[in-house]
């Protein structure tokens, strides 16, 4: 049983600890990331002993937890600009903590009544956010990638019932443009589609689907033999965080007959923020769609909402039954809508955000995050030598600087911790990418950012070193 002065004692530890490391990140004075190597990390960190021998106490946890959160990564940081995952917002930490303590794993009513009817409401409160309302269903799901899967698996449901009893059909497609996210083509393949299924749909010179072309992508798939399980559209697209015209391509889906999947993994937060509300037009026109928290809506990693259209759908997606699982006597369960058996408590985590926050507060954070961005992209077209593509539409931006090899200038700005960034190809070319997620992150770190890569790019400043 639980020594409960120990614990409280240990909890301390962590509050005082999370606080500090926080406090410190936001401030940026510590180096964003450190890149120490596995086994020299594991030394220092002392893992081996601990885990042979245990003996952990509240205060030789202190010491742990201080130098396990010095050498990670900080989301907090603001020249943390690499991958689109969430600087959480502490309502939903506290969700974690409570899950980690109650742990009602709650895919069964009887498993977690107040979890599963938290996870159902604050699922209603994204159906009407997207539209789809009374009629829709959705499932909290660990993470995007799970939540394309299963967005997929209803889609697959609607154009092959027969799939999961009988196998699948060798002509279905997955229509998609190039720059969908990966966990789109593995779907196909775990789905038993095969990679070849994905038919990639034309696109501009910045990735996004070009609507006047969709016929003709619709006739290569008929050519070959093949039908459309269902059309895939970016909202936004990870690469360079730019949005599909949805209403466009949802109309020629509508008209068409065809399945119409939203990728809103990153993107359907904007949902929240009046001023960008209008990149979302025509999102109500999706069968499917995906939504992380765990990026815009700053909650940890992981928790991603699937939602349709019509419920229907959504419990057509899995057909298995299992008795000793499936009487549904009292209030629902969610376990026949995921892939997951056991699931955590997802929804709490979104509740307490919004709970303390409102739709408001958390539209608020899209909205400077994107702003950010575009600041960014005024400062580096006003510099000479800096290149950017396109003007953002959300909180990533990419350019190039020069004729510098971005993968080896982003390798430079990270050897010494001073920054995190990513980089994508735009048109067969390689970009340095940006994606502000941390409010902590202002225009004293973009110019610092622009500075230190011009310095880079410049062999002559280097020599005079
Ligand atoms: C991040 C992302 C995903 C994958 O989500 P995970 O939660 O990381 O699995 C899928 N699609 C898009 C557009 C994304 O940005």
């Known amino acids: ?43 220092r960190l002392g893992l081996a002993r601990w885990i042979r021998e245990g003996g952990m106490t509240a205060e030789a946890y202190r010491e742990f937890l201080r130098g396990y959160l010095a050498e990670g ?38 498993m977690g009544a107040s ?16 539209g789809f309302g009374e009629a829709g269903g959705g499932v909290l799901t660990h993470g995007g990638s799970l939540a394309n899967l299963t967005a997929l698996l209803a889609a697959r ?9 009988d196998g699948v059909p060798g002509d279905l497609a997955l229509l998609a443009p190039a720059s969908a996210h990966y966990s789109l083509s593995r779907a196909a393949a775990i789905l038993g589609l095969g990679e070849r299924a994905v038919m990639p749909l ?3 010179g910045l990735g996004r689907v070009d609507v006047a072309r969709l016929p003709d992508a619709l006739e290569r798939v008929r050519e070959a033999g093949r039908r459309p399980m269902a059309l895939v559209a970016n909202a936004c697209a990870t690469g360079t965080g730019l949005y599909d015209d949805l209403r466009g391509i949802g109309e020629f889906c509508a008209a068409a007959d065809v399945w119409f999947h939203v990728d809103g993994a990153h993107g359907a937060s904007a949902l929240l923020a009046a001023e960008h509300r209008h990149l979302l037009d025509g999102i109500e026109l999706a069968d499917s769609l995906i939504w992380d928290a765990h990026k815009m809506l700053r909650t940890s990693s992981l928790a991603a909402a699937v939602l349709t259209r019509r419920e229907g759908d959504l419990d057509a997606a899995f057909q298995q039954r299992a008795s000793y699982l499936f009487y549904g006597e009292q209030g629902f369960d969610l376990i026949g809508r995921t892939v997951e058996c056991s699931k955590a408590e997802l929804g709490l985590k979104i509740f307490l955000n919004l709970a303390w926050r409102g739709e408001r507060g958390l539209g608020e954070h899209v909205a400077r995050r994107y702003a950010t961005a575009h600041r960014f992209w ?20 990419c350019f190039r600087y020069g004729t510098g090899d971005p993968v080896d200038v982003r390798e430079r700005l990270m050897a010494d911790g001073a920054f995190q960034l990513t980089s994508a190809e735009i048109g067969g070319a390689r970009h340095l990418r940006v994606t502000v997620m941390a409010p902590a992150t202002d225009d004293k770190t973009l110019e610092a950012l622009l500075d230190r890569i011009a310095e880079l790019g410049n062999p002559r400043i280097q020599e005079g070193r």
């Open 73 to 110: 990564t900080r989301m907090h940081h603001p020249a943390y600009l690499g991958h689109q995952i969430a600087a959480p917002d502490f309502p939903a930490a506290l969700g974690d903590f409570v899950h980690g303590a109650a742990n009602n794993p709650m895919a069964v009513y009887e």
């Open 1 to 43: 049983m639980w020594n409960f002065e120990e614990f409280v004692r240990a909890a301390g530890v962590t509050v005082d600890e999370l606080a500090a490391y926080v406090a410190e990140s936001q401030a940026g004075a510590v180096p964003v990331i450190r890149r120490r190597p596995p086994g020299e990390l594991a030394e």
């Open 378 to 397: 005024e400062l580096a077209r006003e510099r000479p030598g800096f290149e950017c593509p396109y003007e953002p539409e959300s909180n990533i931006v």
């Open 157 to 165: 449901a609607a154009a092959a019932p027969g799939a999961w009893t």
């Open 115 to 130: 979890a599963a009817t938290v996870e159902f409401e604050v699922l209603r409160w994204m159906l009407d956010t997207v």
């Open 202 to 204: 034309d696109v501009d």
